[in-house]
């Protein structure tokens, strides 16, 4: 009953308004409705965006999983392919290998220092300090070349060599590393 009377009254209103003042109600309402709706048009169209650029970003996400994923894939094969020739290789005495090395190229190892071995996973690093005192450089490259060229799963991880007191002379020290499966050697 009460919205009935409002909607009397509005009517009675309206009637009493000249022409003028009609079409500025008419143009007032008209520029509500027009702001209403852009507000309404700018309010969506910045949710799509946000929409969009949070799509965007799981798609960046899902590129780098995707990339992730591959570069895992090709991390584990080579695990697998380093397993499989740990697998084939005998059992080896790091310090036994690097003196026989030693003997065949003529060289005389000062000092040879073992490292505590290491296990990661399933795979064990075995290390040694080795000093060689008073040798020519040809001497050490060669020792060092069969190190590298050895079938067994050995390394060099760092060298040092310094000047003796004969030029022809030097000072080394390497450091070398054998791997194994770790229940194994």
Known sequence: MRIAMVIDEARAMWGRLARRERLLVFVAFGALLGLVALITVLKVNQAIEDRISRIAYKEDGLARVIDMSSGFREAQEEQQRLESLLR??????????????????EISIANMTPRQPVTEGNIRE???????????????????????????????????????????EVQASFTVSSYALAGTG
Do not use: C, W
């Open 88 to 105: 084939g290789q005998e059992d080896l005495s790091l310090f036994s290998y690097l003196e026989e090395i030693a003997r065949g190229q």
């Open 126 to 168: 075995e290390t040694v300090e080795v000093s060689l005192e008073s040798v020519t450089l040809d001497k050490v490259a060669a020792l060092v070349n069969a190190v590298q060229r050895s079938p067994h799963m050995i390394r060099i991880s760092s060298m040092r060599v310094r000047r003796r007191g004969s030029a022809d």
